[in-house]
């Protein structure tokens, strides 16, 4: 369970996180959207560490996020984030893109690694890709390879912050079904996402964040068909 | 031109010359790197405010000629400090701190040339600091760093023909013994240019080699 209790987060004078408070149990799948500049990826940041926030609490498994005593390191483990941006490690093949930090980080073999990774790559529909580099994949086999790449460290929570965003439209569609995929196997997932169509026919919740604020939570169906927040009117009309 | 009085013993004489440039060169370049590394990166972790005493430092030895550093340091370790060290241990030492001078920037133009975006991504997935360093940056930075650093090596190659300055009999200097007693100045610089080449151009095919050889990905 990842709970986010009163978090306050700036950028210098810019406040990017005006006092969010949002559990997400686990398997649910949250989508969060809402216009650029709202706080929606900063969270995402804010919830694997990378980002400090100024004040509030972010648990993840009852373990504070922030908190001095907590190892990042060891807490990303279970927290696997895919961004916007491919990321992939452009001088390591696809397959020891996965088996990096299995091998690194958790000691694994290579052996038991690469089995692990050709699992997870042939999940996102990339096995016969082993030894290719990164730079001659589409944009969409890299997005799911960095998928993959995360799910090799077995996460309970994965994290994707637009990750459809920097992709030449007849390839959202293969990274969205690969979502959608581990929605269905029960990942605990917080997507944010400007795919309309994915928050309201995958996601179980869906957020809307404005200006730095929450300003409205629903189960999806209720959510688009009637949202409550006058913002979230006026961004969906606006999309329809 | 080609009728010479040079002897098989003075091709000899060069050869041993040529030797004492390629060691200077291969220690100064190797614990130059070592330094310029350590340096590099501390200067990029710590950011320019923090970093500025080590800046200033290095930019004393990118500044000041190689002849002065050569003559000065020479004199303040014998004259002043009174030590005994050979002029060959003082041309490694002040061409180490030249080729840490300029490696450190390298370092830290090929670090930031790795994107923060992959960084985090490296982080993101557990890696510690020295993980992300040692598996994402290094390689990365390496590719990007490496024709510079060739480049400062044949640098430092050619310029170590200063350290003659603190009576180290390397190849410039023999080649002119020799001009001296031959009164050959030209054949023996075309000899003395040769010996250079062969020197540099392994280094310089090394370089394309690996350029060549990473870019597959």
Same mark, same amino acid.
């Given at each position: 369970?990842?709970?986010?209790?009163?978090?306050?987060?700036?950028?210098?004078?810019? $406040?990017?996180?005006?006092?969010?408070?949002?559990?997400? $149990?686990?398997?649910?799948?949250?989508?969060?959207?809402?216009?650029?500049?709202?706080?929606?990826?900063?969270?995402?940041?804010?919830?694997? +560490?990378?980002?400090?926030?100024?004040? +509030?609490?972010?648990?993840?498994?009852?373990?504070?996020?922030? %908190?001095? %005593?907590?190892?990042?390191?060891?807490?990303?483990?279970? #927290?696997? #984030?895919?961004?916007?941006?491919?990321?992939?490690?452009?001088?390591?093949?696809?397959? !020891?893109?996965?088996?990096?930090?299995?091998?690194?980080?958790?000691?694994?073999?290579?052996?038991?690694?690469?089995?692990?990774? !050709?699992?997870?790559?042939?999940?996102?529909?990339?096995?016969?890709?082993?030894?290719?580099?990164? +730079?001659?994949?589409?944009?969409?086999?890299?997005?799911?390879?960095? #998928?993959?790449?995360?799910?090799?460290?077995?996460?309970?929570?994965?994290?994707?912050?637009?990750?459809?965003?920097?992709?030449?439209?007849?390839?959202? +569609?293969?990274?969205?079904?690969?979502?959608?995929?581990?929605?269905?196997?029960?990942?605990?997932?917080?997507?944010?996402?400007?795919?309309?169509?994915?928050?309201?026919?995958?996601?179980?919740?869906?957020?809307?964040?404005?200006?730095? #604020?929450? %300003?409205?939570?629903?189960?999806?169906?209720?959510?688009?068909?009637?949202?409550?927040?006058?913002?979230?009117?006026?961004?969906?009309?606006?999309?329809? | 031109?080609?009728?010479? =009085?040079?002897?098989?013993?003075?091709?000899?004489?060069? /050869?041993?010359? /040529?030797?004492?440039?390629?060691?200077?060169?291969?220690?100064?370049?190797?614990?130059?790197?070592?330094?310029?590394?350590?340096?590099?990166?501390?200067?990029?972790?710590?950011?320019? @405010? @923090?970093?500025?005493?080590?800046?200033?430092?290095?930019? *004393?030895?990118?500044?000041?000629?190689?002849?002065?550093?050569?003559?000065?340091?020479?004199?303040?370790?014998?004259?002043?400090?009174?030590?005994?060290?050979?002029?060959?241990?003082?041309?490694?030492?002040?061409?180490?701190?030249?080729?840490?001078?300029?490696?450190?920037?390298?370092?830290?133009? &090929?670090?930031?040339?790795?994107?923060?975006?992959?960084?985090?991504?490296?982080?993101?997935?557990?890696?510690?600091?020295?993980?992300?360093?040692?598996?994402?940056?290094?390689?990365?930075?390496?590719?990007?760093?490496?024709?510079?650093?060739? &480049?400062? =090596?044949?640098?430092?190659?050619?310029?170590?023909?200063?350290?003659?300055?603190?009576?180290?009999?390397?190849?410039?200097? =023999?080649?002119?013994?020799?001009?001296?007693?031959?009164?050959?100045?030209?054949?023996?610089?075309?000899?003395?240019?040769?010996?250079?080449? *062969? *020197?540099?151009?392994?280094?310089?095919?090394?370089?394309?080699?690996?350029?060549?050889? @990473?870019?597959?990905?």
């Amino acid at each position: 369970m990842i709970e986010i209790k009163e978090v306050y987060k700036s950028f210098g004078a810019l $406040e990017v996180l005006k006092g969010i408070n949002l559990t997400v $149990e686990k398997g649910e799948v949250l989508s969060v959207i809402g216009g650029s500049g709202s706080g929606k990826s900063t969270l995402l940041t804010c919830i694997n +560490g990378l980002e400090r926030i100024n004040s +509030g609490k972010i648990l993840v498994d009852e373990t504070e996020v922030h %908190a001095k %005593a907590t190892d990042l390191n060891i807490l990303r483990r279970k #927290i696997g #984030i895919v961004f916007q941006q491919f990321n992939a490690f452009p001088h390591l093949t696809v397959l !020891e893109n996965v088996t990096l930090a299995p091998r690194k980080v958790l000691g694994m073999g290579k052996a038991e690694a690469e089995a692990i990774a !050709e699992k997870q790559l042939s999940h996102v529909g990339l096995g016969d890709k082993l030894s290719v580099y990164p +730079g001659r994949l589409s944009g969409g086999q890299q997005q799911r390879m960095s #998928i993959a790449r995360a799910l090799a460290m077995s996460p309970s929570y994965m994290l994707f912050d637009e990750v459809t965003s920097a992709l030449d439209p007849q390839l959202v +569609g293969e990274v969205l079904d690969t979502l959608k995929l581990l929605a269905d196997e029960g990942m605990t997932m917080i997507c944010v996402t400007h795919e309309m169509t994915f928050a309201r026919d995958v996601s179980n919740r869906v957020a809307f964040f404005h200006k730095g #604020i929450m %300003a409205e939570i629903a189960p999806s169906q209720a959510f688009f068909n009637t949202p409550q927040h006058p913002e979230t009117q006026a961004f969906l009309s606006n999309i329809r | 031109m080609f009728d010479t =009085s040079m002897t098989l013993s003075d091709v000899w004489f060069l /050869a041993q010359g /040529a030797w004492i440039t390629i060691l200077v060169t291969i220690i100064s370049v190797f614990f130059g790197t070592i330094l310029g590394i350590g340096f590099g990166v501390f200067r990029y972790q710590v950011g320019p @405010w @923090w970093g500025a005493p080590v800046t200033f430092f290095l930019d *004393i030895f990118r500044s000041i000629p190689l002849l002065i550093q050569l003559v000065l340091v020479n004199a303040f370790l014998g004259i002043v400090l009174r030590l005994q060290i050979s002029g060959f241990a003082v041309a490694c030492g002040v061409l180490t701190f030249y080729t840490a001078a300029y490696c450190a920037e390298i370092v830290r133009g &090929g670090i930031e040339a790795v994107p923060q975006t992959t960084r985090r991504a490296a982080r993101s997935l557990g890696m510690t600091w020295f993980q992300d360093m040692r598996y994402i940056v290094a390689p990365l930075a390496t590719r990007v760093a490496l024709p510079s650093w060739i &480049g400062l =090596s044949l640098g430092v190659m050619k310029d170590s023909a200063l350290v003659y300055v603190v009576q180290v009999t390397e190849l410039l200097k =023999s080649t002119q013994i020799l001009i001296t007693r031959l009164q050959e100045p030209l054949f023996l610089l075309i000899i003395g240019g040769l010996f250079y080449f *062969i *020197i540099s151009f392994p280094i310089a095919r090394l370089g394309g080699y690996l350029e060549k050889r @990473w870019s597959n990905d």
